[in-house]
């Protein structure tokens, strides 16, 4: 843009016909007008393009936030990595966020997880073949290591995201796992155990039973922010809290608890038990404690302190938003969302709860799911184009500056 | 004297009017704008969004399962009409039209199912009385169809009871039709025809509740109660039979 015709000695410019101011005045109006119109053009191809962009990238029929219950917010469905019948989420019964974003699904009737990427688009699959194992649930730690709960080996598998199993130990029948720091937390259809990382010993207890120190069939765990052991007695209807040393803190429904709600139920009150199958289980960035019950459809939030319910999400149903025996439930809090693996409706679905906690930066790493990389290209040449002119600019400046005194001094 | 012209010539710059202030906003507008135009289309090309490949949704699913089945299936009237009834529920309402469009040309005519689904689509763009005119058509199509097979049958030697010729598209279009007329009160007519859909499909609480509440509009609360409480027996505790039976009881109280 630096003005080439300032340095135009005045002989040029009075001979030169262009000087004329009339004839140069017409020219610069014309081009203002060209250069007008341009601008309106290309400012128009923007809009629609934009228009385009948001079109496309919102999925067919995406449901109204009138549509979902309130406070839930969808984001998307994940039902499959193609277009053919065997690329389909067939029954995904766990779900966990990789540290990178990394939605892993399980895919038990064919022996495998699948990793997807934030944005939905397929990754990777962790797979040794069929038959190899039954990943029944699994988890991912903060150093991206998989621990997958094989059901058929009754194992303990650790994998890497990329498909190299790294250890594995053995385990009375694995049905769920949570890791958290170095403590991996095995539920069992017969009990509960810890194990470190590397899968030594820490603790265990329980037997299988309806009593108040037994389960049966742990299909939830998670680890609380201060090391609190949480599970999911799913066939007993109950949830229950144990200390770093295995020691129980509370169970809730309580006997005396479930005998009172079971009472006023036949009374016609309308108390009834909270649970009927709880399922898997999360922390979010706000501490609170999230379950899934797959027959009661339904997220629900619950006291850490008590596992009372506090607040629930959801209702039956097969289009977004709504759930089909959920089982699974995760939060991913760099992007402050959670996955929930939608069994019976085949899909894990991704949405956004009131009150999770996360951090505002968090609508940052949501956007910028997709490619958004090649953005940077046009812009790092608009910036280029930018530097270049202010310093041509500079630079006619100081060269008019060098020339004024000579000039000057011609006179 | 002569540094005079050399300023002048600064100012004015220019054949070119590159000095024109103006001028080079415009030029530095132009040229941010074509950046990001460049920044979108690369944006669209690298996130493969033209053509997504797994569905993103409910609906984006279905659709796709009801393109394979029509594939599969290309003279199946019910296969485009599911198909199409997927695209109005996703409020794709020019991709129904073509689906329709498609079928009828594969087809060769436009049948009952096929009529139901524009009624549908009509309605679905506001059109009610086009709507109410195909769904009609489409009955009135539907019975002609079945008194013809009877007689087919009849003449080989078959005999058929008409009372058990049922179907859904026939339940579905008295639905339909009776939605529209009650939107209209036209109490008597609404009633006629959630009539035709309980009779195609008597164990559906869903068109009980809704002839139960044409009968409350009507006064005639004794039938709405007991199509309120059939609809119960169907499925106990149904919300909306609860509520149309409170809805009498306020009634008879005040």
Known sequence: MSDIHSETTPEMAVSSPS????????RRSRLRVVLSVVLVILMLLLMTLVAFIVKLSTPV????????????????????????????????????????????????????????????????????????????????????????????????????????????WDTSLPTEVAVRGDRVLVGQRDGVAVYDTKGALIVKWGTRGRGKDQVDVVRGTAIGPDGTYYISDTQNHRVKAYTTDGKLKWVYPSEAQAKAMAAAAAKGGKSKKPFQIPAGMTFDSASRLLLVDPFEFKIMILDPASGKVVKTYGDYGETDGKFGYPTSIAYDPTRDWYA???????????????????????????????????????????????????????????????????????? | ?????????????????????????????????????????????????????????????????????????????????????????????????????????????????????????????????EGLKLVQNSIKVTTALRQKTIAELGAKGVTVDPRTVKGDEMASAGDLEGDLLAAEKQWPEAVKAYSIAVYEKPANADYLVKRGAVYIEMKEEKKAKADFEKALTYIPGFKPALSGLERIEKGSAQ
């Not at chain 1, 193609?82 to 064919?110: C, M």
């Not at chain 1, 939905?120 to 029944?136: E, Q, R």
């Not at chain 2, 004297?1 to 906003?25: E, F, V």
Request: aromatic share 8%; charged share 20%.
């Open chain 1, 19 to 26: 000087a004329n101011p009339r004839q140069s005045s017409k």
């Open chain 1, 61 to 168: 029929g995406a449901p109204k936030s009138s549509d979902t219950a309130s406070g839930m917010q969808w984001v998307r469905s994940i039902y499959g990595w193609g277009k053919s019948e065997g690329q389909q989420l067939y029954g995904p019964s766990d779900v966990a966020f990789g540290p990178d974003g990394t939605i892993w699904v399980n895919d038990p009737q064919r022996w495998q997880l699948v990793g997807f990427n934030p944005d939905g688009s397929f990754k990777t699959i962790v797979h040794k073949g069929p038959g190899y194992m039954m990943p029944a649930a699994f988890d991912v730690s903060a150093d991206n290591q998989i621990y997958i709960a094989d059901f058929r080996s009754l194992k303990i598998r650790v994998f890497s995201a990329d498909n190299k199993e790294l250890r594995s």
């Open chain 1, 340 to 411: 929930i693996a939608d069994t019976a409706n085949n899909r894990v679905q991704i949405v956004r709860l009131e009150g999770s906690g996360g951090s505002p930066l968090s609508a940052i790493s949501r956007v910028s799911t997709g490619p958004v990389w090649v953005c940077a290209i046009p812009l790092i040449l608009l910036l280029i184009a930018i530097v270049l002119a202010v310093l041509r600019r500079r630079r006619s400046k100081q060269t008019h500056r060098n020339q004024e005194p000579s000039g000057t001094s011609a006179d």
């Open chain 2, 1 to 129: 004297m002569r540094g005079r012209p050399l300023a002048r010539t600064r100012t004015n710059s220019t054949p070119t009017g590159s000095g024109d202030p103006i001028i080079k906003y415009l030029a530095i507008g132009a040229f941010s704008v074509f950046v990001l135009i460049l920044t979108a289309t690369l944006w669209i090309i690298s996130a493969n969004i033209m053509d997504p490949p797994a569905p993103r949704s409910y609906h984006e699913r279905q659709l796709e399962l009801l393109e394979t089945v029509v594939t599969q299936k290309p003279k199946s009237a019910r296969a485009w009409a599911d198909y199409a009834r997927a695209y109005i529920a996703a409020k794709q309402y020019s991709q129904a039209a073509r689906v329709l469009v498609r079928g009828e040309k594969i087809i060769g005519v436009a049948t009952p199912e096929l009529t139901l689904e524009r009624a549908r689509l009509s309605v679905a763009r506001g059109d009610r009385a």
